[in-house]
């Protein structure tokens, strides 16, 4: 009689513990972790760490019918850190999730799962080998020159699913997707843009895009400055420095038509209609139990059981890094905007509002701030200083942060990277565009340097910044609006740089 197999004996038997752990275990949806590596447990799972999120309507001529929702993870991506470079986690549930009627609870949801599939395990490179010429004469000619390319070794596909109400089952709107390689470098990613970004940006069946994979970090931001104890070697519009240039991320994008976002399924009358405002923020979810095998093949998949629970969330730009205190961004970050009320004490009394008062020697308005309640916690709304046509106001009453976009106001036909402040509603904190400078921005809104509060709205708080004022890498002026990923080699014209000093004009 053939004995049982050693590890069958031993993989049935941890599948067994594995389920009575879950039986004997409380079983939550949440967990402790999150963001841009501001909260402590984040720091060890990258792969699910989502850094940044937009919502905007579509700037793209044509498109004028669409908002373009977009979420970043994995910060800090050096570009040439290979052999296997940088991919979406296919353990991790990725989800951008609106709310339309403002109790801070997910109406839809757009989901993403991701499968990553070996070609050559025999090749002892990662993401991109040379499978064509070793077969051949052995000339190593440009490498991945197609999203199909039998030399892209670790091609990675992915699903889409739509989600009405919570805990409903969705709609797969679209699977078998590619994702492209990294930009590697010129010999690997020739002609990176045309050849692999734009084809794998796919049409959706309600006539919206979808795309995800690797994209130039385009938030820029004196990180060193700012976490330095605001030791910021500028606050004018240049003179900083851009501590994530050079940098790449991990993006996934997808663009919705409008009647498919607001709480009645038709497009807003007006930017007042009671359908106009939306708010969005995105999650990374794990499983409860993960177990990882390292068997080359594809039957060795890891044991995943347990339901999802929650390790990022994301919505309007820096509330964690600066207004959640240390011992609860953890905490923060595995809730829900629904139960926000209990960091509502961080917002009324911001002790970054206290450290710009020490560092710069500025009068700060006093408690309670309720103006950076209704920028941050539940939209603004009409008012005599923005007038009667702009809100961005979406609560039940209570705080729910939130990125709140008006999808009734049209898209600035002069765009300013400060937002409402630059006089252009189209920005943020009107959702939130990819090249808003949302560090000035929030920097003044919390120094009171805002109309809002007319008493402090005087040099220097309505000055403040990091003095850096654009992207090192332009943005895309169709989708996926965020620039190409930086070259992992490049060998033609300037290589990235890191933590350059800002040159740069400031955008307008």
């Keep these: 009689m053939r004995k049982p197999h050693v590890r069958g004996i031993l993989l049935s038997f941890l599948l067994f513990a594995l389920s009575l752990l879950l039986i004997l275990s409380p079983i939550t949806t949440r967990s402790l972790a999150s963001s841009h590596r501001e909260a402590p447990l984040i720091v060890a799972d990258p792969l699910a760490d989502n850094t940044d999120t937009y919502a905007f309507r579509s700037t793209e001529p044509g498109r004028s019918g669409f908002v373009t929702l977009i979420a970043n993870w994995i910060p800090f991506e ?82 889409v699913t739509r989600i009405e109400r919570p805990g409903k089952k969705g709609d ?10 990294n930009n590697i470098g010129e010999r690997t990613t020739p002609n990176y843009e045309t050849a692999l970004g734009q084809p794998a940006v796919y049409p959706l069946p309600n006539g919206g895009r979808v795309f995800a994979g690797q994209r130039d970090e385009g938030f820029y931001i004196d990180v060193g400055g700012v976490f330095d ?25 997808i663009e919705v038509p409008i009647e498919e976002l607001t709480r009645n399924g038709r497009v807003p009358s007006s930017p007042t209609a009671s359908n106009a405002v939306i ?35 994301l919505g309007s730009p820096l509330v964690n890094e600066l207004i959640i205190p240390l011992k609860l961004k953890d905490r923060f970050n595995s809730s829900t905007p629904q139960d926000d009320s ?12 206290q450290l710009l008062s020490a560092v710069f020697g500025v ?45 009734g106001i049209a898209p600035s036909a002069s765009p300013s990277r400060l937002g409402l402040l630059g006089g252009d509603v189209a920005g943020f904190p009107n959702g939130r565009r990819v090249f808003d400078d949302v560090v000035d921005i929030a920097l003044r809104a919390v120094a009171g340097g805002t109309p809002f509060t007319p008493a402090t709205n005087v040099s220097p708080n309505n000055a403040l910044g990091d003095g850096v004022a654009n992207n090192d890498v332009p943005f895309l002026t169709r989708f996926p609006y965020l620039g190409t990923p930086q070259s992992g080699n490049s060998t033609q014209g300037a290589p990235h740089q890191h933590h350059p000093i800002d040159a740069l004009p400031p955008l307008p």
């Excluded at 209990?342 to 509002?353: D, E, G, N, R």
């Design 363 to 407: 009068s700060v308005p006093p408690a309670p701030r309720n103006d950076l309640v209704s920028i941050f916690a539940t939209g603004i709304p009409v008012n005599s200083v923005t007038g009667p046509n702009y809100t961005t106001f979406l609560s039940d009453g209570r705080p729910h942060e939130m990125l709140r976009l008006n999808v």
């Design 342 to 353: 209990q960091f509502a004490q961080f917002v009324t009394s911001p002790q970054l509002a």
């Design 279 to 313: 708010g969005v923020w995105a999650t990374s979810s794990r499983q409860r139990i993960t177990v990882i095998r390292s068997d080359f093949s594809s039957d060795d998949d890891p044991i995943l059981a347990g339901q999802f629970r929650q390790v990022s969330r």
């Design 172 to 181: 797969v709107i679209a699977k078998g997707l590619l994702t492209p390689p």
């Design 78 to 159: 050096e570009p040439s850190g290979g052999p296997h470079f940088y991919k979406f986690d296919d353990t991790v549930l990725y989800e951008i999730n609106i709310d339309n009627t403002g109790d801070g609870v997910e109406d839809v949801t757009y989901q993403f799962r991701f499968k990553t599939r070996f070609v050559n395990g025999d090749s002892i490179l990662g993401m991109a080998a040379p499978n064509q010429a070793l077969a051949g004469t052995g000339g190593i000619e440009p490498l991945i020159t197609s999203l199909d390319d039998p030399d892209y070794n670790e091609p990675q596909t992915y699903t």
């Design 229 to 253: 104890t605001l030791k910021l070697k500028s606050i004018a519009a240049t003179g900083g420095v851009d501590a994530t240039a050079g940098f790449n991320v991990n993006s996934i994008a």
